[in-house]
C-alpha cells in the first residue's frame, strides 16, 4: 500500500517534469518562430509596432533563455524516475530463462544475490552522486543563475528509490508462493 502510493507521487513527479519541459520546449519555439522571426519582420514593417514587439521580445526571451538547457537537464530527472517506475513494474529487460529452470530454493538464492548485487550498485550509485552533487553542485548552468545541483540531485534519489524497489521485490520473492 505505502509502496503504491509512493509510486504514484514518482508518477505524478515525472509527469509535471516532463509537462515543465514540454512548456519551455514550446516557449522557445514560440520565440524562435514567432516572435524573432513573425513579429520581428511586422515591427520591421510597421513602426508603431515596434514598442510592443520590443515588449514581448523581452518578456519571451526573459523564459526562454534557459529553454535549450533546462528540458534536456530535465530528461535526466524523468530517465532516473521512469528507471524506477520499470523497476517496480519489472518493466526492464531481464534474462530469466536460466532463473525458471532452477528449482525453488536455488531460484531464491539467485534471486538474493541479484537483489544483493543491485543493491550493492545503487548504494554505490547514492554515495558518489552525493559526493558528485558536493564537488560541482553549486557550479550554475550556462544559461541561468541555477545551481547543477539541483538537476544532479535526481542520481541519489533514485538510487533510494531503486533500494526500496529492490528491497521490496526481495521481500515479496521471499515469501511463499501462496502469500504473494
Known amino acids: 500500500m505505502m509502496l503504491r502510493r509512493l509510486d504514484r507521487i514518482v508518477e505524478a513527479a515525472a509527469v509535471t517534469i516532463f509537462a515543465a519541459s514540454f512548456l519551455l520546449i514550446c516557449a522557445n519555439v514560440l520565440n524562435r518562430y514567432i516572435v524573432l522571426t513573425w513579429l520581428r519582420a511586422l515591427a520591421k514593417n510597421d513602426e508603431s509596432f515596434r514598442p510592443a514587439y520590443f515588449a514581448i521580445r523581452e518578456a519571451v526571451s526573459t523564459v526562454t533563455s534557459t529553454a535549450d538547457e533546462v528540458p534536456g537537464l530535465l530528461l535526466v530527472w524523468i530517465a532516473f524516475l521512469g528507471a524506477y517506475l520499470a523497476l517496480r ?45 558536493m ?46
Open 135 to 180: 564537488v560541482a553542485g553549486q557550479t550554475e548552468i550556462a544559461t541561468a543563475a541555477i545551481a547543477r545541483g539541483w538537476f544532479m540531485l535526481i542520481m541519489p534519489i533514485s538510487a533510494v528509490l531503486m533500494l526500496i524497489a529492490v528491497a521490496a521485490r526481495f521481500f515479496r520473492a521471499a515469501q511463499p508462493e501462496e502469500r504473494r
Open 89 to 133: 513494474g519489472n518493466g526492464h529487460i531481464a534474462f530469466d530463462l536460466f532463473l525458471d529452470k532452477l528449482a525453488p530454493r536455488a531460484r531464491q538464492i539467485a534471486e538474493g544475490a541479484i537483489a544483493l548485487l543491485m543493491s550493492g550498485f545503487f548504494v554505490m550509485l547514492f554515495w558518489e552522486s552525493v559526493r558528485m552533487i
